[in-house]
């Protein structure tokens, strides 16, 4: 089914991802917690630190123009590619969780017509015993994106980001993301506050790793 050694949070833009592995990371201490966002990047992966601000403010403000959506999939594959590096090569024990793993830039990749070549490398991973889904309905995401301000190009359909693009987007993500984890046992999270979401997701991880 998959290497028992780990479970991952699957969820689209604003789903509270990261608002729950920081959590995880104060009440869970002993957990082993993988994530690209920089507080749990370890001092010798300050390249993943370039690299996401050459993403983020350079190349997708140039995304269609000035960069191909190769050349985001190209950078996003370094952030993959450190996933898989982290994830655990012994038994220890201790429960692993892992933020989105590939499935999240797989299916973004898809939806902006990257090259598709990479991604039977990516599937072929090391795969996850079990998928924790965060729903959130893209209204909800919407508010959390600030209407649009807080969003990049990877969030939203077009050139601009209004409210249909981003739901449609948000939408068409969703599906993806279902469709690239259907061969895992999924848990689905409803939304709800953060509290009661982090409770959700310790509950499942404990119940995996008892």
């Given at each position: 089914m998959g290497d028992p050694g780990f479970l991952v949070l699957v969820g689209t833009d604003y789903a509270g991802k990261s608002a729950v592995m920081r959590e995880l990371a104060r009440h869970e201490p002993g957990w082993r917690l993988v994530s690209v966002d920089d507080q749990f990047l370890a001092p010798e992966h300050d390249a993943l630190r370039g690299l996401k601000s050459v993403l983020f403010d350079e190349t997708l403000p140039g995304l269609g123009k000035h960069h191909?959506?190769?050349?985001?999939?190209?950078?996003?594959?370094?952030?993959?590619?450190?996933?898989?590096?982290?994830?655990?090569?012994?038994?220890?024990?201790?429960?692993?969780?892992?933020?989105?793993?590939?499935?999240?830039?797989?299916?973004?990749c898809r939806l902006i017509d990257a090259d598709p070549a990479v991604f039977g490398w990516w599937r072929g991973f090391p795969q996850p015993s079990r998928a924790l889904f965060l729903d959130v309905d893209p209204m909800t995401a919407w508010e959390r994106s600030s209407r649009g301000a807080a969003a990049n190009q990877l969030e939203f359909h077009g050139e601009h980001v209004d409210r249909d693009a981003f739901a449609l987007f948000q939408t068409d993500l969703r599906a993806l993301l279902e469709e690239e984890s259907g061969h895992l046992p999924v848990e689905h999270l409803p939304e709800s506050d953060l509290d009661a979401t982090v409770a959700r997701v310790r509950e499942a991880v404990r119940r995996e790793f008892a």
């Amino acid at each position: 089914m998959g290497d028992p050694g780990f479970l991952v949070l699957v969820g689209t833009d604003y789903a509270g991802k990261s608002a729950v592995m920081r959590e995880l990371a104060r009440h869970e201490p002993g957990w082993r917690l993988v994530s690209v966002d920089d507080q749990f990047l370890a001092p010798e992966h300050d390249a993943l630190r370039g690299l996401k601000s050459v993403l983020f403010d350079e190349t997708l403000p140039g995304l269609g123009k000035h960069h191909s959506a190769d050349v985001v999939a190209s950078l996003l594959q370094t952030a993959v590619v450190h996933l898989r590096d982290q994830l655990p090569t012994g038994g220890s024990g201790d429960p692993v969780v892992v933020d989105s793993y590939y499935y999240k830039i797989l299916a973004k990749c898809r939806l902006i017509d990257a090259d598709p070549a990479v991604f039977g490398w990516w599937r072929g991973f090391p795969q996850p015993s079990r998928a924790l889904f965060l729903d959130v309905d893209p209204m909800t995401a919407w508010e959390r994106s600030s209407r649009g301000a807080a969003a990049n190009q990877l969030e939203f359909h077009g050139e601009h980001v209004d409210r249909d693009a981003f739901a449609l987007f948000q939408t068409d993500l969703r599906a993806l993301l279902e469709e690239e984890s259907g061969h895992l046992p999924v848990e689905h999270l409803p939304e709800s506050d953060l509290d009661a979401t982090v409770a959700r997701v310790r509950e499942a991880v404990r119940r995996e790793f008892a």
